[in-house]
């Protein structure tokens, strides 16, 4: 069964203080890895998809990194609206396209 | 607005009572999917369907039906609600290639 962890459970950041999320995974036939953000009582909002180890996407404050074994958030610089939970999941080499969430960690960015 | 919309947002029940929760997407997916949030905010999938034909269904009770009359809206019945039951369901969609999930905004579920 694919197993998704993430650490830490929560972080508390200063504003502009740079910090890393971590996604650890253990699947067979990773097909894509997801991060995304999700505010108290919304949905899931997507942000990065990464198919391949090496591979980088970026988008404002945050950069997504992927190895085969773990993929990083890298949050620069974060502001008081970076403060929400960000889930990794991961989507394997099944016809279903379920994907199977870690816990998430909370980011909370004090200004 | 091009979105997944749930209703209700919030459905507070007792023990016993049976409810639905109702999901549409006009994205044009073909594929649409329950999740459930729990307390630890660990979502995990209920149900797929794509273009109205069942796909996934994990290990959840068989007091949870979903119904898909056409391939924009999936619904989820709920038998004998029971107080383990209380979470965040999630609807959400995808196009047939699997990438590209849209959530809805949740509909939290609280069981008394």
Redesign the interface.
């Given at each position: 069964e694919d197993q998704v962890t993430q650490s830490p459970e929560a972080l508390r950041l200063q504003e502009g203080e740079s910090s890393s999320l971590n996604c650890s995974y253990t699947v067979s036939g990773l097909?894509?890895l997801?991060w995304y953000r999700?505010d108290p009582?919304?949905?899931?909002?997507?942000l990065f998809?990464l198919y391949s180890a090496g591979e980088e996407k970026e988008k404002e404050r945050l950069k997504a990194t992927l190895t085969k074994k773990e993929s990083f958030l890298h949050i620069t610089a974060p502001k008081p609206e970076d403060s929400a939970?960000y889930?990794c999941?991961v989507?394997t080499g099944s016809?279903?396209?379920?994907?199977?969430?870690g816990?998430?960690t909370t980011v909370t960015v004090r200004a | 607005d091009t979105a997944v919309s749930q209703t209700p947002k919030y459905l507070v029940t007792q023990m016993g009572n049976d409810k639905s929760i109702k999901c549409e997407q006009n994205l044009g997916h073909d594929t649409m999917y329950w999740y459930k949030q729990d307390s630890k905010k660990f979502l995990k999938i209920m149900f797929s369907y794509n273009n109205k034909e069942l796909i996934i269904n994990e290990t959840v009770p068989n007091r949870f039906s979903p119904k898909s009359p056409d391939k924009a809206h999936l619904n989820l019945h709920i038998n004998s609600l029971e107080l383990g039951d209380s979470a965040v369901y999630f609807c959400a969609s995808t196009p047939s290639t699997g990438v590209g999930y849209t959530f809805g905004s949740g509909t939290r579920l609280t069981v008394v």
């Amino acid at each position: 069964e694919d197993q998704v962890t993430q650490s830490p459970e929560a972080l508390r950041l200063q504003e502009g203080e740079s910090s890393s999320l971590n996604c650890s995974y253990t699947v067979s036939g990773l097909r894509g890895l997801f991060w995304y953000r999700q505010d108290p009582g919304k949905g899931p909002e997507f942000l990065f998809t990464l198919y391949s180890a090496g591979e980088e996407k970026e988008k404002e404050r945050l950069k997504a990194t992927l190895t085969k074994k773990e993929s990083f958030l890298h949050i620069t610089a974060p502001k008081p609206e970076d403060s929400a939970t960000y889930l990794c999941a991961v989507q394997t080499g099944s016809n279903d396209y379920k994907l199977s969430f870690g816990a998430g960690t909370t980011v909370t960015v004090r200004a | 607005d091009t979105a997944v919309s749930q209703t209700p947002k919030y459905l507070v029940t007792q023990m016993g009572n049976d409810k639905s929760i109702k999901c549409e997407q006009n994205l044009g997916h073909d594929t649409m999917y329950w999740y459930k949030q729990d307390s630890k905010k660990f979502l995990k999938i209920m149900f797929s369907y794509n273009n109205k034909e069942l796909i996934i269904n994990e290990t959840v009770p068989n007091r949870f039906s979903p119904k898909s009359p056409d391939k924009a809206h999936l619904n989820l019945h709920i038998n004998s609600l029971e107080l383990g039951d209380s979470a965040v369901y999630f609807c959400a969609s995808t196009p047939s290639t699997g990438v590209g999930y849209t959530f809805g905004s949740g509909t939290r579920l609280t069981v008394v």
